[in-house]
């Protein structure tokens, strides 16, 4: 099943490399680093990033932390460069001094823990919305399958975790970011997956053409040998990308009729997850026992709770405006809906038509109301509340039997939550306790 290809330059014992963010990749990356012989660095510009038995354990390591402003400096004679998820590549620029011969390589951590893996194939799954549901059933098919898989990347484990744990498992299935695909060079999955694109991260990227290159970059590297996987509606955009690779174009389908996943979107990512999983050799009897005994996942159209005859359903990760889009049409009841947080573009009045039509109240909570008031204003009640406690209270106070209280904020988080799994987090206990 293995096949070999061309992999970028690894760091050289004694080599500087700088590791910007002390994340859970980044710390990922710093300990690879150091496993490989490398003076590492890591800053972060939070000073509080670490906790003391973290701070001992690089310490233990040799690796030099600074904590504080990032300055030109701390970049000097690096090698090469590993940036937190979340720095844009182009804020680095200003700390390495510009294009010369000298100038380090800047790589995502997948891209330097792609470097040191033993030619296990990888199933990599992007896509604005329905990458980590996509992933984690590709995963549960190829499980089905009998194969040992590693389920990891942006889903929650740094794919150089599970190249230090020593494992060698038959699938390695990654879900990754266009912040992830913009700083790889060499990385080359069997087959990759992208499920769509929509306005997103536009507060990140410099426009959509810049982040429509780094979802395309999943295929780049890709050969006649290898699978690319897209969704219908992206044929006419793919044509600028020169793929290589053997083509499949997923739409929505009833492959999966045993399915306990809401929503037509749902429909799609199974298959999409089905025609990656049989390149592995999956059989379609397997791929449907996985997509039966598969569970949604939390803070994905998850059901909380019924009460009095009101379903309350908790969708954080619908963080963009696409993905409420997909949320409105999951549901043939009346909604009662949540939506506010840190706006990250995309076209509110877009969906004019699906909230007059389903839509009988907006609570709004938390930043960005004035996106929301000017899009809907006339198309459904709108009141705003301070805190998602208040507008919960508030729907639930109006609720009538047969409808849906939907939290589908089409906004990141970092408003009033650290992320969007404690704000769903939070939006259950609530529910909880109501009375």
């Given at each position: ?12 014992i ?5 590791v ?15 496993r ?39 970049f ?10 979340g720095?844009?590549v ?12 000298d ?17 296990e ?43 230090l ?46 982040y429509?290159e ?13 699978l ?21 174009w997923v ?54 709770r019924?009460?009095?005859g ?7 990760k619908?963080t ?33 038509g ?11 909570f ?32 109006s ?37």
């Amino acid at each position: 099943m293995a096949l070999e290809k061309t992999r970028g330059r690894r760091i050289q014992i004694g080599e500087l490399a700088v590791v910007v963010g002390a994340g859970r990749s980044g710390l990922a990356a710093a300990r690879l680093l150091s496993r490989e012989g490398a003076r590492v660095r890591l800053l972060d510009r939070n000073t509080a990033a670490l906790s003391p038995e973290q701070a001992a354990s690089l310490q233990k390591l040799g690796v030099d932390v600074q904590l504080g402003e990032h300055s030109p400096e701390q970049f000097e004679h690096a090698a090469i460069v590993v940036p937190s998820p979340g720095m844009p590549v182009a804020k680095l620029a200003q700390y390495l001094g510009g294009a010369c011969e000298d100038a380090p390589e800047v790589l995502a951590e997948m891209e330097l823990a792609w470097r040191y893996l033993n030619d296990e194939p990888v199933l990599a799954v992007t896509g604005t919305s329905g990458k980590t549901t996509t992933a984690s059933l590709a995963a549960a098919m190829l499980q089905a399958q009998g194969y040992t898989v590693f389920l990891g990347g942006n889903i929650g484990t740094p794919l150089s975790e599970y190249v230090l744990s020593g494992r060698k498992a038959d699938v390695l299935v990654l879900e990754i970011s266009s912040f992830q695909l913009q700083a790889c060079s060499t990385f080359c999955p069997r087959a990759g997956v992208l499920l769509n694109i929509t306005p997103n991260h536009l507060d990140y990227h410099k426009d959509m053409a810049e982040y429509t290159e780094a979802k395309f970059r999943l295929f780049r590297c890709q050969d006649e040998g290898d699978l690319a996987v897209l969704g219908a509606d992206l044929q006419e955009l793919a044509r600028g990308f020169n793929l290589r690779a053997r083509q499949v174009w997923v739409r929505e389908s009833e492959r999966f009729p045993q399915s306990g996943l809401l929503g037509a979107h749902n429909k799609f990512n199974e298959e999409a997850a089905w025609q990656a999983c049989r390149f592995f050799g999956v059989s379609e009897a397997n791929a449907a026992r996985a997509v039966a005994r598969f569970k949604p996942l939390p803070h994905r159209l998850e059901l909380v709770r019924e009460r009095g005859g009101v379903l309350y359903v908790n969708d954080s990760k619908c963080t963009t405006v696409s993905s409420l889009k997909v949320a409105l049409q999951a549901f043939d009841r009346p909604l009662r809906l949540l939506c506010g947080g840190k706006f990250k573009g995309g076209d509110l009045a877009a969906l004019g038509g699906l909230v007059r039509e389903r839509v009988r109240e907006v609570a709004l909570f938390g930043a960005s109301r004035e996106h929301f008031e000017k899009a809907w204003r006339d198309l459904a009640p709108l009141r705003w509340h301070p805190t998602l406690e208040e507008a919960v209270r508030a729907l639930a106070a109006s609720a009538k039997e047969g409808d849906v209280v939907l939290l589908a904020p089409a906004t990141s988080s970092f408003d009033l939550y650290d992320n969007y799994m404690a704000r769903g987090d939070d939006f259950k206990r609530i529910v909880s306790e109501l009375a």
